[in-house]
């Protein structure tokens, strides 16, 4: 089959290899309908992050089932699916408390790599969600953006408090940060600030609900957070990039006694314990647990009451995956989707 292999910063290809198999009887194996990049696969693609080697790529998916395994129950043969870029059991204690993206059986199907005409899902009952019916092309945009960058847009509003009354902040402007925007406004949120110097992002960002724009960055950033609210800066803001900028920048935005839902891959962040000390904010994040809102964001798209897969602004066969690592890179497109 083929599938997209990473052989080092910058060198992306397109591969025969082997096609999947049932490994453990909790697996499926899934036609994959589409994928997509996303901006974690650019810190390898920069060399920020270490690869070991020739390394397959892809953690977000859509697909049909091909095959299950004889442990499989919930989820049968010929089902359109959409599963969490982490498989889990979804019945240890940490899934059953809400975060199946740290499941004490969890698999990052970023080593499984999903950028493929075929991948193993493990943990299928637990990783999967059966779609009704039969999506529209703009419901499968959608159906793969709650994959991950929608689940960890949500997952990071819901961990900021967004909520009625709320005016919420929204450190960066790449799909996840875009999504963020649309999930604080589907929480209930009063004022959504979007921090972006990019039209294209604006623009879209207020499509998803974006009250208002701040092009600053860091303490000029934070500075006009604060102007905008009165001095007190936002009740909730939401990290969304990983670096140190982007972590400084979001607690210095929130009020004493606020929330800060942070979901950026964290390279070189660092906080000072003072700091942080004086800050009086709370902070959750980490890996979203995407499976705990599929059901729901699966229902939202499903019924047309969000259309998240707008934030698709470039699709790509998959035999031109490599123009689409370097579009994402070069800030030419926001999010790619790949055609199988």
């Known amino acids: 089959m083929r599938a997209v292999v990473m052989h080092a910063p910058r060198d992306v290809r397109v591969e025969d290899v082997a096609a999947p198999e049932i490994v453990e009887p909790t697996d499926a194996v899934i036609r994959v309908t589409a994928a997509c990049i996303c901006g974690s696969d650019l810190w390898p693609y920069r060399g920020v992050a270490e690869l070991g080697g020739p ?9 049909v089932v091909e095959r299950i395994g004889d442990g499989v129950r919930d989820i049968g ?7 969490s870029f982490v498989a889990s059991d979804n019945t240890c204690e940490i899934c059953r408390a809400g975060y199946q993206s740290r499941c004490v059986h969890q698999v990052m199907m970023g080593a499984i790599g999903t950028q493929a005409e075929y991948a193993r899902i493990p943990h299928a009952d637990g ?3 059966k779609v009704p019916g039969e999506p529209t092309p703009a419901q499968a945009r959608s159906l793969l953006a709650a ?3 929608l689940g960890t ?14 005016t919420v902040a929204v450190v960066g402007d790449g ?10 406004r589907r929480l209930g949120a009063e004022r959504v600030i979007a921090m972006s110097r990019h039209a294209d992002r604006q623009a879209l960002a207020r499509r998803f609900g974006a009250t208002d724009v701040v092009e600053e960055r860091g303490e000029a950033g934070v500075a006009r957070i604060k102007e905008l609210t009165g001095g007190y800066g936002a009740h909730s803001t939401i990290e969304a990039v990983g670096t140190q900028e982007s972590m400084t920048q979001a607690i210095g935005a929130t009020r004493p006694g606020g929330h800060v839902g942070y979901v950026g891959v964290a390279h070189g962040v660092e906080l000072d314990g003072l700091e942080l000390f004086f800050a009086t904010v709370n902070l959750l994040g980490g890996p979203a647990p995407v499976r705990r809102f599929l059901p729901d964001l699966v229902d939202l798209i499903m019924t047309d009451r969000i259309d998240p897969g707008a934030v698709f602004d470039l699709t790509l066969p998959i035999e031109e995956a490599a123009e689409g690592y370097r579009a994402m890179d070069e800030r030419r497109a926001t999010k790619v989707l790949l055609t199988l």
């Open 55 to 63: 390394t397959r790529m892809g953690h977000e998916y859509i697909g």
């Open 175 to 184: 799909a996840v940060g875009l999504l963020g925007v649309l999930a604080a």
């Open 153 to 166: 847009g949500w997952f990071a509003a819901v961990a900021a408090e967004a909520g009625p009354g709320k």
């Open 127 to 129: 990783t999967l969600v």
């Open 147 to 149: 994959s991950d960058v």
């Open 77 to 83: 043969v010929g089902d359109f699916v959409v599963g």
